[in-house]
Every structure is written in structure tokens, then in C-alpha cells.
């Protein structure tokens, strides 16, 4: 394999495979082992912790040791297992439809290891591209794609409601011109190493929020305090790669005489 992209501690190697007419990049990211192998374990824990609580409470008292209820509560949890649960083997032992004893095994171990293995795989029928441009093309078209779901979700390209020309050319003016502040915003944050997708940053920056509390004072008026949550670790590190200091909105006060 050959290295086509090493930033930072995020490693991609990559090599070129022929299948029939198209060819097949193999790419293996250190970075995406990393965090897959801890979704994995995580996976597992759960799964493993929910089996363990439906055999502990076989051996207790007024819990149900019914056959069809243990299976229906099994099939629970492998819904809730995000797919782990294909990598194990359940064994239920049952007498005349009451359950004796439950037990598990990991039997698919190599491929659970496989499948969380930090590889993925690039298909075309380009012939004259090598690892790196054939890597670099993808990036390419996915920053695209993620920049047309930007421009017509939360950039609001679309719908337009507008009936005069002026104003639907003013929409989509300010449409674009949002959509190169957010360009920009990514670019500062990919070189300061933040590279996950923007999606990702705008669902975990909406947990800094802005709480706006009212109470009525003994002499009738109505004081309002406008303040901003505590920024966690990632609010911190995002502010900090774009230099805005850690509460962008700071605390207002305000008061209303009783009309």
C-alpha cells in the first residue's frame, strides 16, 4: 500500500486492485480504525451487558423465564445492537417452554474485526488515475455533495417562495454569500485539524445554547438576563480555530417598566 494522504495523526493508505473492467482502491485509514474499533467495543459492551441482565434474571424470582418472552426480549436487544449482534452465537437452554439457561459466544470474531477494520473501498471505471488522484477525486466529489446538502438545507437554497424576480435573485444571493462564509469556516477548521463533516460540527456546536430567564421585581417591574451555556471541550476547540472567544454572545441584562 502506498500513503496517499498523512495530516496530522490521520493516516491513508491506499492500493489500486483491477476487478474486470473497473478498477478498486482499497483505502485503510488509521484514524477510522481507531474510531471504529471503539464503536465496536462499545457495541459490544451493550450487548454483551444486555444478554448478562436477561440471564442473571433467570435464576431470580418473579421474573419472566417464559421462552417466547426471553426471545422476544433478545430480539430487543439485537435491534438495539447497531448489527453486533450477527458476529455472536446464542445458545438458549429450555424445558417445556421455561428457559434453564442462556449463554453466548463471540464466534465471528475475525469478522467483526473485518467490518470495524477502518478499510473502505473506491469503485470506478477510470483507468488513468492513481492512488492519489483516484483518492483525491473522491474527496472532491464528497465535498461537493456536502455542499449542495449544506445549500439546500440549512443555508436555505431552496424552497424559494418568491413571486418578483428582484427578490428570488436576493434569496439566492444571500443563499451564496452564506455558503461562502461557511466555506471559509471549514477551510479554518480542516487547517487547524478538525476534519470531521460539517454536519457533525453543526450538530455538536448546538449544544452551546443561549438561555434567556425572566422574573417579575418586587417593584413590578420585568428583568430579563440573556446568558450562554458553558462551552465544552469541542465548543472550545471550534472557537478556538476560528478565534472567536468562548462566549460569542456575552451576558445581557435588561429591564422592562410595568406598563
Partial sequence: MVVIKAEGEDLIRGRLVK???????????????????????????????????????????????????????????????????????????????????????????????????????????????????????YITLEGIEDSFRSLKSELGLRPVFHSKEARIKAHLFVSILAYHLLSAIRHRLRSRGHLMRWATVRQRMSTHVVSTVSMRTESGTTMSIRTPSSPEVFHRDVYRALGIRMNPIPTRRAERQKV
Fill in 19 to 137: 476487478s474486470g473492467e473497473e478498477w478498486i482502491l482499497q483505502c485503510r485509514s488509521e484514524q477510522r480504525r481507531a474510531k471504529e474499533q471503539g464503536m465496536k467495543e462499545r457495541f459490544q459492551k451493550r450487548f454483551e451487558e444486555g444478554l448478562a441482565a436477561i440471564a442473571a434474571g433467570l435464576g431470580k424470582k418473579r421474573t419472566t423465564k417464559s421462552y417466547e418472552k426471553i426471545l422476544q426480549r433478545i430480539g430487543r436487544l439485537k435491534e438495539r445492537s447497531h448489527g453486533i449482534h450477527q458476529y455472536y452465537d446464542i445458545e438458549i437452554t429450555q424445558r417445556e417452554g421455561t428457559v434453564q439457561g442462556l449463554r453466548w459466544t463471540l464466534s465471528r470474531a475475525a469478522e467483526a474485526e473485518q467490518r470495524y477494520s477502518g478499510e473502505y473501498f473506491l469503485r470506478t471505471s477510470r483507468h488513468d488515475l492513481d492512488e492519489k488522484s483516484l483518492w483525491q477525486l
